[in-house]
């Protein structure tokens, strides 16, 4: 499956630096689903609006310059397109069984409530199969913003790297058509 990624692009980065589409910027802790002492955590987009609305969706008003990333200098923010492999274990909250076997409700999930979500999220990491090996790879939930645009979380642990494969990267701004389909189906203003 393919799965989407907006971060801060640079041309001249190599693989394990800053503006590289494989680069993981560590230590995390203010994601919702992050636990830093326990893994690092990819999150991905099943859709490109998607992924662009999971980074811009709480920008009232878009404007050029919302691409630009000061983090990592002379950067612009991309839209990173992978490859994912189509039966990596993702547990998918969108199934009720799920829920109830996890004991969470729907509204945990989506509801920004960091200090639940990475409690319910550091329980699923930690769930075994009966070889004791790790049950998952990830969780599979709704964005915030449309429940139609599905958003993946991939663990990676040390020695252990998320399993993604580059497939493309595409240049954002406001006349590309993923950022247009995102501000037309948040109905946000593009200056």
Do not use: C
């Not at 203010?30 to 999150?43: M, S």
């Not at 329980?123 to 049950?135: H, L, P, Y």
């Not at 969780?139 to 493309?168: C, D, M, Q, Y």
């Amino acid at each position: 499956m393919l799965a989407y990624r907006i971060f801060p692009y640079l041309s001249s980065a190599r693989a394990g630096q800053p503006g590289h589409p494989l680069y993981l910027h560590k230590p995390q802790g203010r994601g919702r689903l992050d636990n830093p002492g326990a893994y690092d955590l990819w999150y991905l987009a099943l859709n490109p609006s998607g992924a662009v609305a999971e980074v811009f969706g709480d920008h009232r008003t878009w404007t050029a310059d919302m691409f630009d990333a000061p983090f990592v200098p002379g950067s612009r923010r991309a839209l990173a397109t992978f490859e994912v492999p189509d039966g990596l274990g993702l547990l998918d909250l969108d199934s009720a069984q799920n829920l109830l076997d996890l004991g969470i409700r729907p509204t945990e999930v989506v509801g920004r409530n960091r200090p639940a979500s990475q409690a319910w999220a550091l329980r699923v990491f930690n769930q075994r199969d009966t070889a004791g090996q790790r049950k998952w790879a990830g969780v599979k939930w709704w964005s915030f913003h449309r429940p139609h645009w599905a958003v993946l979380g991939i663990w990676e642990t040390p020695g252990n790297p998320a399993p993604l494969t580059l497939k493309s990267v595409e240049p954002l701004d406001l006349g590309n058509i993923h950022v247009q389909d995102a501000a037309t189906s948040l109905g946000k203003v593009i200056a």
